[in-house]
């Protein structure tokens, strides 16, 4: 991730100097000036892993997400926001769907990445995907790297049952594999 806005490399600094985790959430507009109003209510908790700090100011940012968090209220907005949160909890049911889904997903997302992706990265990012066991990772890791569009990002990451959630994964694989067919 890039930080580059003046709230956002304020908490970022702030993360730092504590405990190193940070809520991050998508602004549903691109205004330099972000209102609560104007932030989703679901986000991530993440773990800053490793940061670049550019010449223009702005950080380059390593994370790994740790999980889904939902916004309750904004308890502080400068010099940058802070908020009560609740963790959310995913819904699993392991059946011979899931199981199905689950495989589903893994083969359709090898086949769009092995097409679309650097082959340096490629093997790097096939080795993370086969030591996965979680779904809930599963969704995540596909969804960060299928180049949604945001309302779809979000759209995943607000679906808390994660049988639905590879449903709605598998869509867009499918909907992606189509359009390499047709490219």
């Known amino acids: 991730l ?102 589903t997903v893994v083969e359709q997302f090898k086949k769009v990445t092995e097409v679309k992706i650097m082959p340096s990265v490629f093997p790097s990012l096939l080795f993370t995907l086969n030591q996965l066991k979680n779904p809930e990772q599963l969704v995540d890791l596909v969804a960060v790297n299928l180049n949604l569009e945001l309302r779809d990002q979000q759209d995943i990451l607000e679906t808390f049952d994660i049988n639905e959630a590879l449903r709605k994964i598998n869509f867009f694989l499918a909907r992606e594999g189509e359009i390499m067919e047709t490219e």
């Open 2 to 103: 890039v930080v580059q806005r003046p709230k956002s490399i304020a908490s970022l600094e702030y993360a730092l100097a504590k405990d190193g985790l940070l809520i991050f959430v998508a602004q549903k507009n691109l205004h330099d000036q972000a209102t609560p109003g104007e932030l989703y209510r679901v986000g991530t908790v993440g773990k800053i892993i490793a940061t670049n700090r550019l010449p223009d100011g702005a950080y380059k940012v390593d994370v790994e997400g740790l999980g889904r968090v939902q916004i309750l209220d904004y308890i502080q907005e400068e010099p940058f926001f802070k908020a009560r949160l609740e963790p959310i909890n995913m819904q699993y049911r392991a059946s011979v769907e899931s199981e199905a889904l689950t495989r």
